[in-house]
Antibody
Framework: EVQLVESGGGLVQPGGSLKLSCAAS????????MHWVRQASGKGLEWVGR??????????AYAASVKGRFTISREDSKNTAYLQMNSLKTEDTAVYYC????????????????????WGQGTLVTVSS | DIQMTQSPSSVSASVGDRVTITCRAS??????LAWYQQKPGKAPKLLIY???SLQSGVPSRFSGSGSGTDFTLTISSLQPEDFATYYC?????????FGQGTKLVIK
């Protein structure tokens, strides 16, 4: 069974830093991209960013709202992905989920898998003074 | 960025009803659309991917259709466990964006 377990959330002051972890099991982590998605209380879902596999040069991509402040990394030997969050703002307060690409669809000649399955249980980050 | 607009924002229905939720993209996204179900305090769950493919383990009462800019999620006969919030997501390109959600409530 595929499992993703986030940890590291908590209360941090504006301008502070926090590092989230996502421990993966049940699949070949080193072959998979990993994504982070967040959700403010009572609000919708916002994609934060992703990191690809070693075979794809660990390429990263970020939402504009976090680019330059957040960094996604991974440690394949530990089956763990990370989200380093710096210069935190009150608007970064949210539950942060890690997730991975779902089953690919190759019906169009090329394969896409830019949907997310499964998701971790989430970890709450609160940015407040 | 591609904007995703869902309608309605909330819908009230009864067990056994057929419900349709729509999602419109601000530009064409071919068939690269997913639907998720989220219950309070829980992570989202993938229901449909590539606009119409049913995720493994998801009941067949859920179906998706559409391509380009207009998509629908249909629940053919509502069950008590289906009352939740539903989100669409465009998977065409960065940044991946979600609709604002449709809350399905019991009438």
């Amino acid at each position: 069974e595929v499992q993703l377990v986030e940890s590291g959330g908590g209360l941090v002051q504006p301008g502070g830093s926090l590092k989230l972890s996502c421990a993966a099991s049940g699949f070949t982590f080193s072959d998979s991209a990993m994504h982070w998605v967040r959700q403010a209380s009572g609000k919708g879902l916002e994609w934060v960013g992703r990191i690809r596999s070693k075979a794809n040069s660990y390429a990263t991509a970020y939402a504009a709202s976090v680019k330059g402040r957040f960094t996604i990394s991974r440690e394949d030997s530990k089956n763990t992905a990370y989200l380093q969050m710096n210069s935190l703002k009150t608007e970064d307060t949210a539950v942060y989920y890690c997730t991975r690409p779902g089953r690919p669809d190759c019906s169009g000649g090329s394969c896409y898998s830019n949907w997310f399955d499964p998701w971790g249980q989430g970890t709450l980050v609160t940015v407040s003074s | 960025d591609i904007q995703m607009t869902q309608s309605p924002s909330s819908v009230s229905a009864s067990v056994g009803d057929r419900v349709t939720i729509t999602c419109r993209a601000s530009q064409g996204i071919r068939s690269w659309l997913a639907w998720y179900q989220q219950k309070p305090g829980k992570a989202p769950k993938l229901l449909i991917y590539a606009a119409s493919s049913l995720q493994s383990g998801v009941p067949s009462r859920f179906s998706g259709s559409g391509s380009g800019t207009d998509f629908t999620l249909t629940i053919s006969s509502l069950q008590p466990e289906d009352f939740a919030t539903y989100y669409c997501q465009q998977a065409n390109g960065f940044p991946y964006t979600f609709g604002q959600g449709t809350k399905l409530v019991i009438k």
